[in-house]
């Protein structure tokens, strides 16, 4: 069953430049969450954490809600504070199907 919000939300999406905004907000909060379930896994709060990794707990909140201009020594130090190490690798991102064209065009 479609709702109403998935109907509307499909239909935002087709904008490419607000499909663009979301897809980078989402990307984003990737990185958040994979600090927080880390940190939860190792049953550290945020206070815990940012004295591991020497550096505030408002920090720490800030990476995981919103992650924004992090730096990768920032993120180097919060791995190893969770017993782990940052991976970088770029990801080629799924390119919307082309819209099939009748034939008629130019001649």
């Known amino acids: 069953m479609t709702t109403r919000w998935k109907r509307f939300y499909q239909k935002q999406m087709e904008d490419a430049k607000l499909r663009g905004l979301v897809e980078s907000e989402l990307e984003n909060l990737q990185l958040g969450v ?4 880390l940190r939860a896994a190792e ?10 990794a020497e550096m505030s707990a408002p920090k720490i909140s800030a990476m995981e809600n919103e992650p924004r201009n992090l730096t990768i020594g920032t993120l180097i130090r919060v791995a190893h504070a969770l017993g782990s190490r940052v991976e970088i690798k770029f990801v080629r991102r799924k390119r919307p199907k082309a819209v099939a064209h009748s034939g008629q065009g130019k001649r």
Do not use: M, V
């Open 34 to 37: 994979q600090i927080a379930k």
């Open 43 to 52: 049953k550290l709060s945020q206070t815990k954490l940012a004295a591991k």
